[in-house]
């Protein structure tokens, strides 16, 4: 590629052409502010509407400012950045935003981590010109069951647009309206949740400030913990572990698992259980079920759907019975771990501590906003009492560690309780894209083959390219596999499985670009793809330490089947661990 | 936005098939598509746009941000009685503003929008041709002339008992 150089604040820098100069600024160091712009390197994830101009430079022989996001550099361009003209239109700029904005940053549940605010202090505003005169824009709050929008607070950087379109391709969100009631929202401005939403909660993951933001379970589970008659059980996702500490200022990628469970305990949860338990229950009954479909499927029975595809992941179970309800026969039944461990906890675990089911709360800490969505669908109720009572997402969790003035940082280390707080290494790598399925493979393959395993690592099947394939050899049986993260990925390998092109016996999806760790309810990355690829990196150095790496090694699981459940895919595993989809109708309510 | 659940019958769904068949179901023709099924319908219902979404594969809400953003497109259906009121230059000068204020006084109405009973509509047009007349109103086929703010009570109970 042809190189150009240019000049930025009195410094030479070479460049590909087409570089812009915000990028060409931070090769040099610079700094130049940004808002509505948005990159998540390495993901193919850019947002770059030039709506804001708070990136505006001077570039020498232009008459007007050049907003640095969206302009290409030139052979010979001379760049200034932070000129006293620059500075005054940065000002000129915020002060426009901030006049139709708010000013609840005492109660705001963005406040302290908004890129709004903190750029409203960086560039030193002290007033706002004209605010007591200029109405504000109000929009109507939305709650739903994951997602909360108060638009009052949407700057318009249309990152959530993006994000939903582009990415996701649910296409739930839209610019609508112009001037100050412009807005993004669904069709017709109905609530998400009239809209094909899946609350994957990536529009959440990168708003920029308080517009949108998830429903806040703490105080329901603050009121649970008080209440003496309640015993209150506690399961932590494999994800949250590897981005908890980030809360703390722990250096992304810092594995927190002991200090979250002492914090917990700490907390007031009577039982500290891991959702890595149900992880690996879950990789019993989808991967027997796999080889099931397999075997029949080679000995040439029809009704055999291939390739199966993972279900663990409820905004990607959403999306496909929304958009592909005439396939909601080839996902596995298995439900996902956090709803298997609800419906063991509040059975077999109820049972064994003689416990009623309605004494017995069930709280999840998850790294995903559809779960919230997830543990009140109807089917994962009993008599309505839910199988999990509350899921709270990392970030309402250091919120809580928090209010109770604990410092992660100085915890000690503590271990799950048993029965349900022990788990494989299978287990931890649920969190990252490629991981359930690579634990799947490490059962199947020695449950097929009568074989053990000699390498366990399947790198083949890691990594961050957005669709990803590979053919595992099970002993002269080539199974072929196809990953898929982010929905927008998923959606290319569903048209081929409609079409009935698809190569694969087996897929799994993940609606989340990086898998879990990159979840809707995460700490916020702000655009820093090394943040996602460094929780990653904790999730498979936490599968190497753990001792037993395989699913069905796992000895309480092995206890669970003996005592409790019978064989996997049984008719008690069936009734406590597999669902069926539905088809998600579109529910048109217009406003009259 | 306001805009009223209608039920669409089977020949208006063939109608809008018709329509986005016309320019291929090409996605980029969608503003197009929107132009030809408002001269068709006279507005843009949301189930109108379900219909094109599907039929475009453009999530409705995309739609939507585009009926909203052009100020030509409406989601309101026009009234029993559409009023119009020409603003083009030779009606603006002889006062249609002051016509069109009272009008909207008149009907509790802005333009763009319908009253809750469905009986009128308001809107204003560019020139229609009819500059001798201006200031010019037209109501459904019939066309008013010379019409003064204060004519316009006695235009209205024209159509009283309708
Ligand atoms: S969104 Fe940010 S700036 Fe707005 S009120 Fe919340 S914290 Fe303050
Ligand atoms: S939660 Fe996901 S599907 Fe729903 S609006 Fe946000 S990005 Fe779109
Ligand atoms: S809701 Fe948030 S992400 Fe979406 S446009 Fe508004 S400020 Fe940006
Ligand atoms: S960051 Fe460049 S225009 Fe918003
Ligand atoms: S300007 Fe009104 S008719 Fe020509």
């Not at chain 1, 669908?377 to 009492?385: L, P």
């Not at chain 1, 287990?427 to 449950?447: C, K, L, M």
Request: hydrophobic share 35%; aromatic share 6%; proline share 5%.
């Amino acid at each position: 590629m042809e190189t150009i150089t240019l000049t930025i604040d009195n410094k030479k820098v070479d460049v590909p052409r087409g570089t812009t100069i915000l990028k060409a600024a931070r090769q040099l160091g610079i700094d130049i502010p940004t808002l509505c712009y948005m990159e998540l390197h390495d993901m193919n994830i850019e947002n770059r509407p030039a709506g804001c101009r708070i990136c505006v430079t001077e570039v020498q022989g232009r008459r007007n400012l050049a907003p640095a996001c969206a302009t290409k550099c030139e052979d010979g361009m001379v760049v200034k950045t932070h000129t006293t003209r620059v500075l005054n239109a940065r000002r000129t700029v915020m002060e426009f935003i901030l006049s139709d904005h708010p000013k609840d940053c005492l109660i705001c549940p963005k406040s302290g981590n908004c890129e709004l605010q903190s750029m409203a202090h960086k560039l030193g505003i002290r007033e706002i010109p004209g605010a007591e005169i200029a109405a504000m824009s109000t929009y109507r709050k939305d709650t739903s069951p994951s997602i909360i929008r108060d638009l009052d607070k949407c700057i318009m950087c249309r990152r959530c647009e993006m994000m939903c379109n582009d990415v996701q391709t649910v296409g739930a969100l839209s610019a609508v309206n112009r001037g100050f009631m412009a807005a993004v929202a669904p069709a017709f401005e109905q609530n998400l949740e009239h809209s094909p939403c899946t609350y994957c909660g990536q529009c959440v993951a990168v708003c920029p400030t308080g517009a949108l933001t998830e429903v806040d379970h703490t105080p329901e589970v603050l009121r649970v913990l008080a209440d003496p008659t309640k015993t209150v059980v506690v399961q932590t996702a494999p994800a949250v572990r590897a981005a908890l500490g980030e809360e703390f200022g722990m250096k992304p990628g810092t594995l927190v698992t002991g200090k979250m469970v002492t914090a917990l305990r700490a907390l007031g949860f009577d039982y500290v259980f891991d959702t890595d338990f149900a992880a690996d229950l879950t990789i019993m009954e989808e991967g027997t079920e796999l080889l099931d479909r397999l075997n029949r499927y080679l000995k040439g029975d029809k009704t055999a759907r291939l390739p199966i595809l993972t279900s663990c992941c409820p905004g990607w179970v959403n999306f496909f019975e929304y958009y592909f309800p005439d396939l909601k026969e080839v996902p596995s039944t298995a439900k996902s771990p956090q709803q298997m461990f609800g419906a063991i906890a509040k059975s077999y675990f109820a049972e064994k501590i003689k416990v009623n089911r309605k004494d017995l709360v069930v709280v999840s800490i998850m790294p995903c906003l559809a779960k919230k969505y997830e543990c009140q669908r109807d089917e994962f109720s009993v008599d309505g009492n839910r199988d999990v009572d509350f899921s709270i997402s990392t970030r309402e969790l250091a919120a809580f560690i928090k209010q109770a003035n604990l410092d992660l940082n100085n915890l000690e280390e503590g271990e799950f309780d048993a029965p349900l707080g022990e788990s494989t290494g299978a287990g931890v790598i649920f969190g990252t894209t490629g991981g359930v399925i690579e634990a799947a493979v490490r059962t199947a393959y020695e449950i097929h083959t009568g074989k053990k395993l000699d390498r366990i690592d399947f790198t083949e099947l890691r990594g961050l390219e957005g669709v990803r394939q590979a053919a595992i050899d099970f002993d002269g049986l080539e199974v072929r596999i196809g990953i898929a993260h982010g929905l927008g990925n998923a959606r290319k390998l569903l048209n081929d499985v409609r079409e009935g092109k698809s190569q694969f016996h087996a897929i799994e999806v993940m609606a989340c670009p990086g898998g879990c760790i990159g979840g809707g309810g995460q700490p916020l990355h702000h655009g820093n793809s090394e943040i996602i690829k460094a929780r990653a990196a904790a999730i498979y150095e936490e599968d190497r330490k753990k001792p037993l790496r395989k699913s069905h090694e796992n000895p309480f699981i092995i206890k669970l089947y003996e005592e409790f459940l019978g064989k996997p895919n049984s008719e008690k595993a069936h009734h406590l661990l597999h669902t069926k989809y539905f088809e998600k109708k579109k529910k048109i309510i217009v406003k009259q | 936005m306001s805009s009223i659940k209608i039920e669409l019958r089977q020949e208006d769904v063939s109608k809008i098939k018709e329509i986005c068949a016309s320019f291929n179901n090409d996605p980029q023709e969608l503003i197009n598509v929107l132009h030809k099924c408002q001269e068709h319908f006279g507005y843009l219902p949301a189930e109108v746009q379900e219909v094109i979404s599907t039929e475009l594969n453009v999530p409705v809400a995309k739609i939507y941000g585009v009926v909203t953003f052009y100020s030509f497109f409406t989601m309101t259906p026009r009234g029993k009685h559409p009023i119009s009121i020409c603003m083009g230059t030779a009606c603006y000068v002889r006062g249609a503003e002051k016509v069109l204020e009272e009008f909207k006084k008149e009907l509790g109405l802005q333009v763009g929008q319908t009253t809750p009973d469905g009986k009128f509509s308001l809107s204003s047009l560019r020139c229609v041709g009819a500059c001798g007349l201006a200031p010019v109103v037209m109501i459904g086929d019939k066309t008013y002339g010379r019409v003064a703010p204060d004519d316009v009570r006695n235009i209205l109970k024209e159509y009283e008992n309708y």
